[in-house]
């Protein structure tokens, strides 16, 4: 499948990035993939499949069993920190641990912007929605965040 | 650009994929970030392999040599007649239809109706996926793209020796629809067709075939 070998690097690094595991990665991957044969579909584009990886990739991370086990994989990053929450300390631990908990648009636009360096702009321009409806959702990402984390947001 | 680049757009960038505009301004920004250009950097080199990527489980049928069950070619659309009712039925009595054409196979892909008429395959043996095959052996699953102008429909036909038989359902067109798998045995020569406007008791005239050859191993 031409699709597969065109995009399927740039998934695989995405979801890795997400999930902070390469086999996680391949499954998500390969799972999307698959339901693209099944459909015949063939006009889809990156942006397109990496809005759809974004999604396989968050129900990974609620699924309750897998969550523990990602958790579980790297324990280490999630002893609280202190101090103000930004963008600098909202790492991929951190999206973690905030969209297992956020409503499932929220969590995708902090995806977006904490781990795929995503503008606003680019973020409203992927979702369709307006930037400043982006903005909104981002701020209730910080102050989730600060919750976590226990610092002022 | 003041914004970091996003990793969608450095991973469009490093295919060739953004609008020249945009570009042009990722590339004006590489100039002065290091970072992007790390990243950027990365991205090129990661030749980690590719997972195989599995076929879908589509109903398969059995294609077995002349001479082999019911006098001919196909054998056992066990899971498509199950469940299909009457209109599967009606293929199911279409299916054992042998037909005489002999001469030249037909090219994997033919004009037809102001668009092309085409058929691809991808052939799934143990787990692993080969696209275009050229071969196949017992045990392989072929999975039978076809493309051709939507708002027509086409036919699979399945040539083996001098003897066609249509194992598939007709499909609505459309670009690279997924018609359906089958299983091939018996090592012969294997065309299968996508077949405009097929019609029962007759070979596919010129024109209307669209064709590719498996050879045995």
Redesign the interface.
């Known amino acids: 499948?031409?699709l597969?070998?065109?995009y399927?690097?740039?998934l695989?690094?995405?979801c890795e990035?997400m999930l902070g595991s390469?086999a996680d990665a391949?499954d998500v991957v390969?799972a999307l993939?698959?339901?693209l044969?099944?459909k015949?579909r063939?006009?889809v584009?990156?942006?397109y499949l990496?809005q759809a990886a974004t999604r396989r990739s968050l129900n990974v991370i609620r699924d309750g069993r897998r969550r523990a086990e990602l958790l579980s994989r790297h324990g280490d990053a999630l002893v609280p920190r202190q101090g103000a929450v930004d963008e600098r300390v909202i790492d991929a631990e951190l999206v973690r641990r905030l969209c297992a908990s956020l409503p499932e648009q929220t969590a995708e636009i902090a995806v977006?912007a904490f781990?795929?360096?995503?503008?606003q702009e680019?973020i409203a321009s992927?979702c369709g929605l307006s930037r400043k409806t982006v903005g909104k959702r981002l701020e209730q990402v910080r102050q989730a965040a600060a919750g976590l984390v226990g610092g002022a947001p | 650009m003041s914004?970091?680049?996003?990793?969608?757009?450095l991973?469009?960038y490093?295919?060739g994929?953004l609008p020249p505009a945009d570009r042009d301004g990722v590339a004006r920004h590489l100039e002065t970030c290091a970072e992007c250009r790390t990243l950027l950097d990365e991205?090129a080199a990661?030749d980690?392999p590719?997972?195989d990527?599995?076929?879908?489980d589509?109903p398969t049928l059995e294609v077995e040599p002349a001479g082999g069950a019911r006098g001919g070619v196909v054998r056992g659309p066990a899971r498509w007649w199950a469940v299909g009712g009457g209109a599967l039925l009606a293929l199911a009595a279409g299916a054992v239809l042998v037909l005489r054409a002999p001469g030249p196979l037909p090219p994997g892909e033919v004009a037809w109706k102001g668009g092309v008429l085409a058929v691809e395959l991808?052939r799934e043996r143990d787990g692993q996926?080969h696209?275009r095959p050229a071969t196949y052996r017992d045990g392989d699953r072929i999975?039978v793209?076809v493309s051709c102008p939507p708002g027509e429909q086409v036919g699979v036909g399945v040539r083996q020796g001098d003897e066609w038989s249509w194992p598939l359902p007709p499909v609505a067109c459309?670009?690279?629809?997924?018609a359906g798998a089958l299983a091939l045995s018996g090592g012969q020569q294997t065309a299968i067709c996508a077949v405009a406007d097929p019609v029962a008791g007759t070979a596919p005239p010129p024109g209307q075939a669209a064709c590719v050859v498996l050879r045995g191993e």
């Open positions: 499948m031409e597969y070998h065109r399927g690097p740039a695989l690094r995405k990035r390469r391949e390969q993939f698959l339901d044969l099944r015949g063939t006009d584009d990156l942006p990496y977006y781990l795929d360096r995503m503008s680019e992927l | 914004h970091p680049v996003s990793h969608l757009r991973e469009r490093h295919l994929e991205i990661d980690r590719l997972p990527l599995p076929l879908p589509l991808a996926v696209e999975q793209r459309g670009n690279r629809v997924v």
